[in-house]
């Protein structure tokens, strides 16, 4: 992650807990008034409010800040099919996949393609065959 998407991220938290510390505070306030107007009116009932708009837009901005923060700070995507991303490792090597720290991803393994190239080629058993058929006679 980068710095910006740090700071986004950790600005849109510090807006959601404070959104959160003022919900907190209108019920709490809302239960003492409550629990007041009651004891002085006990034959009528209190009406309960809802959340002030400040607090509900607050909440909402402070998600959509966090959401902000987190896309920013994600990696660039990988090709989902295997032959281009086989081709990027080759074209480019370790220079493709470094992250924004400057480090090789955790998750680079090199050429996917290795273990094919040094496997040994198909074996020819009629030629193995002849040569061991021409050795058995020079015995």
Request: aromatic letters at 10%.
């Amino acid at each position: 992650m980068t710095w910006i998407s740090k700071s986004t991220t950790a600005f849109g938290f510090l807006l959601l807990a404070h959104a959160c510390y003022s919900a907190h505070e209108h019920a709490t306030l809302q239960s003492h008034r409550a629990a007041s107007l009651s004891s002085l009116t006990a034959s009528q009932p209190v009406a309960a409010t809802s959340l002030p708009t400040d607090i509900t837009i607050e909440t909402i901005v402070a998600t959509f800040v966090v959401c902000l923060g987190l896309v920013l700070g994600t990696p660039k995507l990988r090709p989902i099919q295997w032959r281009v991303w086989a081709g990027k490792i080759e074209r480019e090597g370790q220079a493709g996949f470094m992250s924004s720290g400057g480090e090789v991803e955790k998750d680079f393994v090199g050429n996917p393609f290795r273990l094919l190239e040094s496997r040994p080629g198909f074996v020819d058993i009629r030629k193995q065959r002849k040569e061991f058929a021409e050795w058995a006679k020079g015995q």
